[in-house]
């Protein structure tokens, strides 16, 4: 079930969700980067599965949050804490310790969230090591388990042979792939995310997103200026793309 305040973002595709990482537990760095979320005009903020960032979380902002895990359970605990929505992934964290998800565990883990949270919008993250074929089958066979968004990923795997405007696009390539064929395969909103910037942010709208999803370009500053202004500039390159997509 779509949350209230996101279904007329997603419906104008104008959507800006704020990572703060699945992985990161740290109160003061994820106060940031809900603060620059909430200050900078983004659509609702995505943290780790913990009831304390929760409830931290919804004493800074009166956005949507979002909670993201690989454990059902783990949802289930920030749902009770108050968590509006629920994310399964965004699994780039786990690459670098050489754990991957495969499609049959991404669908098992869709069906067991959606068991103990029935009512809930539920998120799920299509993992990028898949091929793309198979990442749309898997896409459209996580909405028939009740999945109310997909989400797009593979930041990590693409690597840039070069600098500038070029190596943002390169980055950009592999989750913006996805999202161009899975949008057209699937009715729910699709949200791209991983490795986006405000350089490759209305080539995803063009490409079929309803909204992207932006991580290191936010929570990686080490100034909460830093973070407020980036979080503008991510909104003004949704903005700009719905001008011209529609």
Request: net charge negative.
């Amino acid at each position: 079930m779509l949350h209230p305040r996101l279904t007329a973002a997603f419906k104008q595709r104008s959507v800006l969700k704020i990572i703060s990482g699945l992985n990161n537990f740290d109160r003061d760095r994820v106060r940031a980067v809900v603060m620059a979320a909430d200050q900078g005009g983004a659509t609702f903020v995505d943290i780790a599965a913990d009831p304390q960032l929760v409830h931290l979380a919804k004493e800074l902002t009166t956005l949507p949050v979002c909670v993201s895990a690989v454990e059902p359970l783990q949802l289930l605990g920030a749902v009770a804490a108050g968590a509006d929505l629920v994310e399964i992934g965004n699994y780039d964290s786990f690459y670098a310790q050489g754990r991957v998800f495969s499609g049959e565990e991404v669908l098992a883990l869709t069906r067991q969230t959606r068991e103990l949270l029935p009512q809930i919008m539920l998120s799920v993250t299509v993992p990028h090591t898949l091929p793309l074929d198979q990442q749309v089958a898997l896409a459209e066979a996580l909405v028939a388990a009740g999945a109310d968004v997909i989400q797009t990923e593979g930041g990590t795997s693409s690597q840039p042979h070069h600098g500038g405007t070029l190596g943002l696009i390169e980055k950009a390539a592999p989750t913006l792939a996805a999202a161009y064929e899975i949008s057209r395969a699937v009715s729910v909103p699709v949200l791209c995310a991983s490795g986006l910037s405000t350089v490759t942010i209305p080539l995803a709208i063009a490409a079929g997103a309803a909204g992207v999803g932006v991580g290191s370009a936010v929570n990686q500053l080490n100034s909460e200026v830093a973070m407020v202004a980036s979080v503008r500039a991510l909104v003004e390159a949704v903005n700009t793309a719905i001008a011209v997509h529609g």
